[in-house]
């Protein structure tokens, strides 16, 4: 289940589903994330999980592998329940 945030009384769902499909593609591994880039096992587990991430790892993400942030997390607009 994706994590859900509010905004504006709205709710949305993060996916970090593009992620790893841009590493698999650019042949990046969270291993290399985690001895190459210095990523936490945290922050990994919190992207498997679809949990909140702060913009720099983002960011930083996108560097690495030479991508937009489109390539890295999509938000969705979730129906509301009423």
């Known amino acids: 289940m994706n994590y859900i945030i ?3 009384g709205e ?3 993060r996916d970090y589903a593009p992620l790893w499909e841009t590493m698999q593609r650019k042949g990046i591994t969270t291993y290399t ?5 210095k ?3 945290g922050t990994i ?3 498997k999980h679809n949990q909140n991430v702060n ?5 930083d993400l996108c560097e690495i592998l030479e991508c937009s942030i489109q390539d890295v997390v999509k938000v969705i607009l979730h129906p509301k329940s009423n």
């Open 6 to 8: 509010t905004l504006k």
């Open 33 to 37: 994330l985690i001895s190459t880039y």
């Open 11 to 13: 709710v949305y769902m």
């Open 45 to 47: 587990y919190r992207l």
């Open 39 to 41: 990523f936490s096992k």
């Open 55 to 59: 913009i720099q790892t983002l960011e």
